[in-house]
């Protein structure tokens, strides 16, 4: 994304490398509202904020994300495991100079 910086495709490249992280690189079990655990369907990404600070770029993003509520798995269980829409917002500190990036779950 870094490289995308100051192009009209800067947004897009960010979705699209975002999308791609790992369920782990992202606070998404910290974000869940309804379900216990994150599910391994694909996030959606949405750009919400864009600053260019001295060192870094500051962006602020939506994911969409499915959360699971896990039963205990048996038979006769009532609330077997369902996928719930969650959603949390993330700050992406970019390092203009290394790309390295840090996220952080905004509340």
Not at 49 to 58: A, F, K, P, Q, S
Not at 104 to 107: A, R
């Given at each position: 994304a870094l490289r995308?910086?100051?192009?009209?495709?800067?947004?897009?490249?960010?979705?699209?490398e975002v999308a791609q992280l790992d369920a782990g690189q992202?606070?998404?079990?910290?974000?869940?509202?309804t379900g216990n655990y994150v599910s391994d369907a694909p996030?959606?990404?949405?750009?919400?904020?864009?600053?260019?600070?001295?060192?870094?770029?500051?962006?602020?993003?939506?994911?969409f994300y499915q959360g699971i509520i896990g039963g205990?798995?048996?038979?006769?269980d009532p609330t077997p495991a369902s996928d719930i829409n969650e959603y949390c917002a993330v700050q992406l500190d970019i390092d203009l100079v290394s790309a390295s990036t840090a996220v952080?779950?905004?509340?």
């Open positions: 995308a910086w100051g192009t009209p495709e800067f947004e897009a490249v960010l979705k699209q992202l606070p998404l079990q910290q974000g869940l509202s996030i959606t990404v949405s750009v919400n904020r864009v600053t260019e600070l001295e060192n870094i770029i500051r962006v602020t993003a939506g994911v205990c798995s048996c038979t006769d952080v779950l905004l509340t």
